[in-house]
C-alpha cells in the first residue's frame, strides 16, 4: 500500500497526547526521527503491519489535548499507525463528537431528538444558552 502523508508537522503536545496512548516510538518507520527519503525506503523486510485499531483512541487523545484534530496531528497518527490519511480524515470526519476545524475550548452537545424534547430538553437549553451564551 502506498501512503501518501502530508506536509503538516504535529506539535510537541500532538505528539506527547499520541505518544501517551499509543507509546513512544520504536523506530523511524513507527514517526520517530528519520529523513524525507526513508518514506520511499523499503523496510527491508520489517513488515506494516495497518493497527487502524488504534485509531479512534489516537484520535480522542488529539482532540482531548488540542480541542481539535490539526493535519499535523492527523499526520502523525497516521505515521504511527500506517494508517492512510485519507482513512483517519474519513474516520475523524465521521464522528460528530470528533473536529478536523478549529473550536471553542468548551463545546456542549445536547440531545435533541423528540425523546429528550419530550422529556423538556428545551428548559436545559435555554439555562446553557443564559450561562454560556448563544450557540455558535
Same mark, same amino acid.
Given at each position: 500500500?502506498?501512503?501518501? %502523508?502530508? =506536509?503538516?508537522?504535529?506539535?510537541?503536545?500532538?505528539?506527547?497526547? &499520541?505518544? *501517551?496512548?499509543?507509546?513512544?516510538?520504536?523506530?523511524?518507520?513507527?514517526?520517530?526521527?528519520?529523513?524525507?527519503? =526513508?518514506?520511499?525506503?523499503?523496510?527491508?523486510?520489517?513488515?506494516?503491519?495497518?493497527?487502524?485499531?488504534?485509531?479512534?483512541?489516537? !484520535?480522542?487523545?488529539?482532540?482531548?489535548?488540542?480541542?481539535?484534530?490539526?493535519?499535523?496531528? !492527523?499526520?502523525?497518527?497516521?505515521?504511527?499507525?500506517?494508517?492512510?490519511?485519507?482513512? *483517519?480524515?474519513?474516520?475523524?470526519? %465521521?464522528?460528530? !463528537? !470528533?473536529? &478536523?476545524?478549529?473550536?471553542?475550548?468548551?463545546?456542549?452537545?445536547?440531545?435533541?431528538?423528540? *425523546?429528550?424534547?419530550?422529556?423538556?430538553?428545551?428548559?436545559?437549553?435555554? =439555562?446553557?444558552?443564559?450561562?454560556?451564551?448563544?450557540?455558535?
Amino acid at each position: 500500500m502506498d501512503l501518501k %502523508f502530508l =506536509d503538516a508537522a504535529p506539535t510537541t503536545a500532538e505528539i506527547a497526547a &499520541v505518544d *501517551a496512548v499509543l507509546g513512544a516510538p520504536t523506530s523511524g518507520w513507527e514517526g520517530g526521527e528519520h529523513t524525507p527519503t =526513508d518514506d520511499r525506503v523499503a523496510r527491508l523486510g520489517h513488515a506494516a503491519r495497518s493497527r487502524r485499531d488504534e485509531l479512534l483512541p489516537a !484520535l480522542h487523545a488529539l482532540q482531548d489535548e488540542i480541542g481539535w484534530i490539526t493535519k499535523g496531528g !492527523l499526520d502523525y497518527v497516521c505515521r504511527r499507525l500506517s494508517v492512510p490519511p485519507a482513512d *483517519a480524515y474519513g474516520v475523524a470526519t %465521521f464522528y460528530s !463528537l !470528533l473536529s &478536523v476545524n478549529e473550536r471553542p475550548v468548551r463545546v456542549a452537545h445536547v440531545c435533541d431528538d423528540t *425523546a429528550c424534547r419530550a422529556s423538556g430538553v428545551a428548559t436545559m437549553l435555554d =439555562d446553557l444558552e443564559n450561562r454560556c451564551g448563544p450557540p455558535g
